[in-house]
Each structure stands twice: as structure tokens, then as C-alpha cells.
């Protein structure tokens, strides 16, 4: 299977990258590093991402910019650039990609249990999976040629133990169980769900 | 009550006018009428409708423009300026409304059951919906002195008519359902919580 996957060179897309390298055809992507690189935020960098890449049968996005900052810092000019990652980036993958990608193929995003647990500094991010999620679940009754959408919501990931502290309360989402997640979405047959791994 | 009640032109802000004008004192926000005309997707609008208001004890949002067309149009550009108003406009009705509503008041933004139940055509209404209910849950562990947020989700409305083929299934809301849901908001205690409609 070709594999497009997004934020390889990220703590989430580099374990994914060596768990699946010698089972599927992988095209790496990332902001500085890759086979390819693109960043999400820039819509004529996704451009380009596609006509380079052709065709393929899964995108797998571990690309989740968004503002981080205590509350007070949110500006609306903040909050918005803050969305242009992990919301717009992902959505504008999934609307630009539907023509790249071969019938039955999938697009698998990435969330985050921010959506239903906040946290302190984590608004912007909250927003942003709220959206991706609500946009999944739209985008499945739209895509047409048998292609599916899912994403994949674990909270603070066990290979991000810098994080843990703004994470109280929550244990931490295994790498293994992160990766199953994504495999249940590419190997799998569901369509227009959200992965919750937390 | 001193009560802001921005989109008060639109089928559900006239409804909650006419309910609420012998009990509270309303101030009416509306694109192109009302006591204040400003645009929630402009930031500066914003800013100058809360100057000239000053204090207040609880806003009211059931100003919702999104994008609403066929999926083959949701260009990233569309998709992007769609969310200026249901989304970044409401936000930016809270960050920037913070500095100026009184001690325990609150904040009612208006969401929608395209969050879960998505329809055609309205992939961008999702989108907004999902990120609206969850910065209000994000939100609720930030405001200080008391201050509370909610959304209130109907799905179509009973006096909007017009829409009803593009939600089959979806029985209507009533208009004194949604009434009585932004009482539940705006007079309760809640805070952090989707009052869902449908």
C-alpha cells in the first residue's frame, strides 16, 4: 500500500514510520525533513505535496500545529493563525487530496482528546480537534469512489513525557496503542469515526 | 438583566427578543439593525460594539454565518473564510467580551446538531459546530470571576422552514425549545456544557 504519511519526522509520525516502513510503500512528509516536504499551514505547499506524489491509496496525518499559551495570550489574531495547522492544514489536505487519491483508499487525521477534556493553555487545540472531528464525520458522507476518513484521538502520548504535566489526570496514550489506532483506521473498513484512544 | 443579543434580526435572535424584552433589558446586535450594528466576522466590529456597551451580565450569540454549498466547492479558501463567522466570530465574541461582561455572567454561543449528525452541503457548518462546542468546554476552565459559557444546539429550526429538506430525519426544533434552552444557559448555572436540542 502507498502510504502518504504526514508529520513523519514528529514523535507520533517517526514511530509510525518504523513500524510500517517494511510492510508498506511509505512516502515520509514533513516541515524540514521527508521524501517530501511541505508544510500543512501553506495550501500551495499541499499543492505542490500532490502533484509530486500522484497517486496513492492512504494518507496518514500526524501534523497537529496549534497555539499553545496561557488563556490570556489568546488574541483573536493568535487563535486564528492558530488554526491554520492542525484544523485548516488537515481539513485542506482532505479536500485537495480527494483528487489525488485511488477509490477505496482513506484519509486518517489526527485529533486528540483536548476535544472533550480541556486543559489549561490547550484552548486553541481544543478548537481545533472539535473542528477535525465535526469535519470527519461531514467528510465521510461526501467522498465519493468508496474512500473513507477516520482520525485518531489519543491524549498526551508516552513518547511526549515533556507534556505529562499540562496532562493531569490522564494516562498517557502508549505508542503501540497510537499505532494500532491508525491501523483500525488504514486497515480497517470504518469510515467517518473518530479513534478515541484515551 | 442586562443582556447583549447578537444575530437579534435573525429567525432565532427575533424569537428570543420578543420573549425576553418585558423581562430583561436587551440590547439588540445585528449585521444591519439592532441597537449596535457590528459583523462578528470583523474583529474590529467587535471591538466597538463591547466599547460602546461597556458592562454587561450575558451575551447571546445566535449569529452563525458558515459556508453552506455543495462539497465540490469547499475550495481551502471557502473552507477558511467559512469559519469566520460561526467559528472565529463567536470565539472572538468571548475573548475579546471577557474584559467587559460583569462578575458572573455569561457567555451563550450557538452550535448546532451538524456536529453529529452531518448533512450535505453543510461540511463547513460542521466543521464550525464541532469547534465552537469544544472551545466552550475549554473555555469554562479559563473565564475567571465566576463568568460561565455554554452552547446551545438545535438542529433545524421549526421557523425555518426553508431548510427542512436538507435535514431529512431531523425533526425540528421548537422555537420555544430553543427559548427555553438559552434560559437553561443564560439563567441556570451551568457552564462548559452543549445544551443539546435534538
Chains 1, 2 share one sequence.
Do not use: C
Request: proline share 5%.
Amino acid at each position: 500500500m502507498k502510504i502518504l504519511l504526514v508529520g513523519a519526522s514528529g514523535t507520533m509520525g517517526s514511530h509510525l514510520v518504523n513500524a510500517w516502513k517494511n510492510e508498506h510503500e511509505l512516502i515520509t512528509v514533513g516541515t524540514k525533513s521527508g521524501d517530501i516536504k511541505a508544510d500543512i499551514t501553506s495550501v500551495d505547499d499541499i499543492k505542490k505535496m500532490y502533484e509530486s506524489v500522484g497517486s496513492f491509496d492512504a494518507l496518514v496525518s500526524t501534523a497537529g500545529p496549534s497555539y499553545v499559551g496561557p488563556w490570556k495570550t489568546l488574541t483573536p489574531e493568535v487563535f486564528k493563525n492558530g488554526l491554520n495547522g492542525k484544523l485548516l492544514g488537515q481539513i485542506n489536505l482532505v479536500l485537495l487530496g480527494q483528487d489525488y487519491i485511488n477509490p477505496n483508499g482513506s484519509f486518517t487525521l489526527i485529533t486528540g482528546g483536548l476535544t472533550y477534556e480541556p486543559q489549561h493553555f490547550f484552548a486553541n487545540a481544543s478548537a481545533a480537534n472539535g473542528g477535525v472531528e465535526a469535519f470527519v464525520r461531514a467528510a465521510a458522507i461526501e467522498l465519493k469512489k468508496g474512500v473513507r476518513i477516520n482520525a485518531v484521538s489519543p491524549t498526551v502520548i508516552e513518547n511526549s513525557p515533556q507534556y505529562f504535566d499540562y496532562f493531569p489526570g490522564e494516562i498517557p496514550t502508549t505508542m503501540r496503542a497510537l499505532e494500532f489506532g491508525f491501523r483500525k483506521s488504514v486497515f480497517g473498513a470504518k469510515t467517518g469515526e473518530i479513534i478515541k484512544l484515551y
